[in-house]
């Protein structure tokens, strides 16, 4: 090989030059601006940090972001396991049919998808409607703009994510074993238990941190479904950029948001290698 | 062969999961065939205003044109930007390629609220500047959008060369082949399939992205999702529901359509 010459060296400078100029003017230059925002608005020093741990609003804010987050990595991890299974054991025809109930939603974009939720959670939406019809209920229930709908809304975002660290998992798994422990007596449930859950230890780390992540820099849903009423971080960030406006706490949650989300990455790249991820 | 299957239980569960990923899709198209001005159920008559003011109101139109416009231009740009550094990381593996893919990948793994407000600084700076380029302007959503999927376009094509024979790199340089001619008459004729999906999943990211979009834009440069947006915070608009359905319908289509392609791409 003539590896290391110096035309060489021209070739790969040449054709790698242009994305990363761009990347570093469009993006690394900018975002050190960010940082100093966090800095100097409205006066220079570590005020805007001082104030995000004793601001209650803020504090307050984190707090609802990191208890929605830890509910939705719940109920999305679990909601996916349970569709996975399908998906990577079925039939054939049960596989088609999950895997058309995982990548609709996954391909349809996340407004679509909360307005959907609007649609049969808001007062006139069609759940309410129907149980007013059948006399259930007289008044309507509130579902959406609080934190049932934001939930909901996230964890229908969320699942498919959710799905494709488990279904690696579940088909690198060797069906051998499971065949043995059936083979030796034990029953549908307790195979389940204590050999196919285990096995899938590392999809289950891996999906949880992946949507977890994920839950903490919401943006959208949270800001539909939650009405103004259930903040989370995201929001409060675009909050205090347009319509406090101030831009120096808004930009110091950024910079806390990437430092714990990159201390989470650091954590999840522990656990699990990038390719069990896909 | 015996095979493991899931048994009833799994598939009563796999069955409440999949209607809670369906209902909200299919929420949407009884509201949309509401006759009232407000988002509601229908009750007895059924009406396709709504499906109507969509082409009507210029506002939707112009939208959606908008939106087609910037996708094009930042799936282009950011197709060929990752191309170019695909092919140098590959043909010349230099050293520090982890880093520098790693910093590539970026904004995809930084929280997208984080790329916005990092966005946002970048285009109200620039936009003193010129009057064409900067905060609210579609060149500098086209832009924008080109550092959020250039991520995803640089994966994609990385993984199809990664597939790709050396040996004919090898023997096409042990021909004489130059950089260029190795670059545009060998590699990329093998990498076709890698460099249209990344061009395609750019243009749809950039057409359904609203989290960037929603801190670099005010009032000049109303892409789809925005206008869709602003529909949604104030008075919701029953029209968005009419959209809805259709870009759904459109979805299923184009995923049909790929899943047939797929079976018989693997068949033959």
């Known amino acids: 090989m003539m590896k290391g010459t110096l035309s060489d060296r021209m070739g790969a400078a040449l054709l790698m030059a242009p994305l990363l100029l761009f990347l570093i003017l469009a993006y690394a230059w900018p975002f050190l601006g960010v940082v100093k925002w966090s800095f100097t608005l409205p006066t220079a020093g570590l005020g805007q940090y001082h104030a995000l741990l004793t601001d209650d609003l803020v504090q307050s804010v984190f707090i609802r972001t990191l208890r929605i987050a830890a509910i939705v990595t719940v109920v999305s991890v679990t909601a996916a396991y349970a569709i996975t299974v399908v998906w990577v054991r079925g039939s054939p025809v049960q596989r088609v049919l999950a895997e058309f109930c995982i990548l609709v939603p996954f391909w349809i974009s996340v407004l679509t998808r909360a307005f959907g939720w609007v649609a049969l959670l808001s007062n006139r939406g069609l759940i309410n409607t129907w149980l007013q019809s059948i006399g259930f209920i007289s008044e309507p229930l509130t579902l959406v703009r609080n934190e049932f709908g934001v939930i909901v809304g996230m964890s229908h975002f969320l699942i498919p994510f ?32 204590t050999v196919f859950v285990p096995m899938t230890r590392s999809g289950i780390i891996g999906s949880a941190l992946i949507v977890f992540v994920f839950s903490l820099g919401f943006f959208v849903t949270p800001a539909i479904l939650g009405g103004g009423r259930s903040v989370m971080i995201a929001e409060l960030i675009y909050l205090r950029i347009f319509q406090s406006p101030d831009w120096g706490l808004g930009a110091a949650i950024s910079v806390v948001l990437v430092v714990f989300v990159g201390a989470l990455m650091a954590l999840l790249f522990r656990y699990v290698k990038p390719k069990q991820l896909v | 062969m015996p095979t493991y299957r899931p048994g009833p239980v799994s598939l009563i569960l796999a069955v409440l999961v999949a209607l809670f990923l369906l209902m909200p899709l299919l929420a949407v198209i009884p509201v949309s065939l509401t006759p009232s001005r407000m988002l509601a159920m229908p009750t007895g008559e059924l009406s396709l205003r709504h499906y109507r003011s969509l082409i009507e109101d210029p506002r939707w139109l112009e939208s959606i044109l908008l939106s ?3 996708g094009m231009v930042s799936s282009i740009f950011s197709t060929v930007l990752a191309l170019t550094f695909s092919l140098g990381v590959w043909m010349f593996q230099p050293r520090f ?7 590539v990948l970026l904004p995809m793994v930084v929280p997208p609220v984080v790329s916005a407000v990092t966005l946002y600084f970048l285009l109200t700076s620039v936009s003193g500047l010129t009057s064409f ?5 579609w060149l500098g959503v086209a832009m924008a959008h080109s550092v959020m999927t250039v991520p995803f376009a640089t994966v994609l094509i990385l993984v199809s060369l990664s597939q790709l024979d050396r040996r004919i790199d090898l023997a096409a340089r042990g021909l004489g082949a130059g950089v260029w001619e190795r670059a545009t008459r060998v590699i990329m004729p093998n990498i076709k399939f890698g460099i249209v999906t990344a061009a395609l999943l750019s243009f749809v990211l950039s057409w359904e992205e609203i989290g960037v979009t929603l801190f ?11 206008l869709m947006w602003m529909g949604l915070r104030d008075n919701i608009d029953p029209a968005i529901a009419a959209l809805s359905v259709i870009l759904i319908v459109i979805t299923v289509l184009v995923l049909a359509v790929r899943s047939v392609v797929n079976r018989q791409r693997t068949g033959n």
């Open chain 2, 216 to 226: 670099i834009t005010s009032v000049n440069a109303i892409t789809l999702p925005r």
């Open chain 1, 162 to 193: 959710a799905v494709f660290p488990l279904a690696s998992a579940m088909r690198s798994l060797d069906e051998r074993v499971l065949l043995a422990a059936r083979g030796l007596g034990s029953s549908r449930m307790r195979t389940f238990w």
């Open chain 2, 97 to 103: 390629t982890a880093a520098l893919v790693g910093f």
């Open chain 2, 133 to 137: 380029f900067g905060y609210d302007t």
């Open chain 2, 68 to 70: 087609l416009r910037i």
